[in-house]
T-cell receptor, first 115, second 111 residues
Framework: DTGVSQNPRHKITKRGQNVTFRCDPI?????LYWYRQTLGQGPEFLTY????????KSRLLSDRFSAERPKGSFSTLEIQRTEQGDSAMYLC?????????????FGPGTRLTVT | GENVEQHPSTLSVQEGDSAVIKCTYS??????FPWYKQELGKRPQLIID?????GEKKDQRIAVTLNKTAKHFSLHITETQPEDSAVYFC??????????FGKGTMLLVSP
C-alpha cells in the first residue's frame, strides 16, 4: 500500500493520559499535515511540516499538543493530559509541494475517544 | 484568514438526477480549490480540483466550475448513482500553508 498510513486507527484513553499517534506519508512527499475532524465538520488544520521542519501551527494547537517529524519521513502527534474535548478524528495528509502542485492525500485517521 | 462557506448541508436526489454543491471563499489570493469525498468511516478522497487560471474542469460525471470575480466554485455531479452517496467537502488554498475546508454536504442518492 503506497498511500498515507496512520496508527493506531482507534484509541480510547482516560482523561489526563498521554497519547501518541503516528503517520507515515507517501514516500517522496515533502510535506506532511495534521488535521482534526469532529462530527459534522470539515478537517481543521493543526500543523504542517516541510521535510523535518515544522513550519506552521494553528492556534487550535494548544501547548498540550506536540508534533515531530524527526527525519523528514514519518511524523508523530502527541497529546498530553488529554481532555474530553480532544475526542476527534486526527487525520494526517501528505503532498509533494513544488509550487505548482498542491494536492494533499489523506490517511485513514486515528479516532481518539477520551473518557 | 480564509473562510469557506458550503451549501447545502444536506442534499437528497433520485438516482440519475444531477447534484450541485456550492462554495464561497473570502481570500481573493486563493488559487487552488479541491473537492474531497468522504464515505462513512473512511478517509477524505480527492475527487477533482481546479486552479484559479481555469474556469471549468470535467472528469467523467463530475465537473467543477470557478467564478473568481464572485469568489465561488461549485461541484456538479451528473447521472448520480447510489455509490455517490457520501459527504463532500470543498476547500481552498490561499498560497499559505494549507487548506481551509467547508463544513461539508451530505449527499444521499436514492435508488
Amino acid at each position: 500500500d503506497t498511500g498515507v498510513s496512520q496508527n493506531p486507527r482507534h484509541k480510547i484513553t482516560k482523561r489526563g493520559q498521554n497519547v501518541t499517534f503516528r503517520c507515515d506519508p507517501i514516500s517522496e512527499h515533502n510535506r506532511l499535515y495534521w488535521y482534526r475532524q469532529t462530527l459534522g465538520q470539515g478537517p481543521e488544520f493543526l500543523t504542517y511540516f516541510q521535510n523535518e521542519a515544522q513550519l506552521e501551527k494553528s492556534r487550535l494547537l494548544s501547548d498540550r499538543f506536540s508534533a515531530e517529524r524527526p527525519k523528514g519521513s514519518f511524523s508523530t502527534l502527541e497529546i498530553q493530559r488529554t481532555e474530553q474535548g480532544d475526542s476527534a478524528m486526527y487525520l494526517c495528509a501528505s503532498s509533494f509541494f513544488s509550487g505548482a502542485s498542491y494536492e494533499q492525500y489523506f490517511g485513514p485517521g486515528t479516532r481518539l475517544t477520551v473518557t | 484568514g480564509e473562510n469557506v462557506e458550503q451549501h447545502p448541508s444536506t442534499l437528497s436526489v433520485q438516482e440519475g438526477d444531477s447534484a450541485v454543491i456550492k462554495c464561497t471563499y473570502s481570500d481573493s489570493a486563493s488559487n487552488y480549490f479541491p473537492w474531497y469525498k468522504q464515505e462513512l468511516g473512511k478517509r477524505p478522497q480527492l475527487i477533482i480540483d481546479i486552479r484559479s487560471n481555469v474556469g471549468e474542469k470535467k472528469d467523467q460525471r463530475i465537473a467543477v466550475t470557478l467564478n473568481k470575480t464572485a469568489k465561488h466554485f461549485s461541484l456538479h455531479i451528473t447521472e448520480t448513482q447510489p455509490e455517490d452517496s457520501a459527504v463532500y467537502f470543498c476547500a481552498s488554498y490561499s498560497g499559505y500553508s494549507t487548506l481551509t475546508f467547508g463544513k461539508g454536504t451530505m449527499l444521499l442518492v436514492s435508488p
